[in-house]
């Protein structure tokens, strides 16, 4: 079973930077799509960016284009570097992984809560 545990996640200013790390139990990661979400109080759960197996093809919604970065080592951990951080980033982010021959994320975080001051 794959666990995935997240850190980095904590209280910044309006216009500051966080990075997020999320760390993989096995190397199975290798091979896995892994993807970032968040879920704020009054909203669902949202995909805000993902990356496939070996960091060749990425993608993020529109609401953090051009400002945050998702990466990894294709071993065993995945980056979100956020920066320009607004308030309306206040979330619970979360870092899930799929298998290759699957659509869906199957595997969870307990989530890092992110907390950006106005």
């Known amino acids: 079973q794959v666990q995935l545990v997240e850190s980095g996640g904590g209280l910044v200013q309006a216009g500051g930077s966080l990075r997020l790390s999320c760390a993989a139990s096995?190397?199975?990661?290798?091979?896995?799509?892994m993807g970032w979400f968040r879920q704020a109080p009054e909203n669902e759960r949202e995909l805000i960016a993902a990356?496939?197996?070996?960091?060749?093809?990425t993608y993020y919604a529109d609401s953090v284009k051009g400002r945050f970065t998702i990466s990894r080592d294709n071993v065993k951990m995945v980056y979100l570097q956020m920066s320009s951080l607004k308030f309306e980033d206040t979330a619970v982010y979360y870092c899930?992984?799929?298998?290759?021959?699957?659509?869906?994320?199957?595997?969870w975080g307990q989530g890092t809560q992110v907390t950006v001051s106005s």
């Open positions: 899930a992984a799929k298998r290759p021959d699957r659509s869906q994320y199957d595997y």
């Open positions: 990356i496939n197996w070996n960091g060749g093809s």
């Open positions: 096995e190397r199975t990661l290798m091979r896995y799509g």
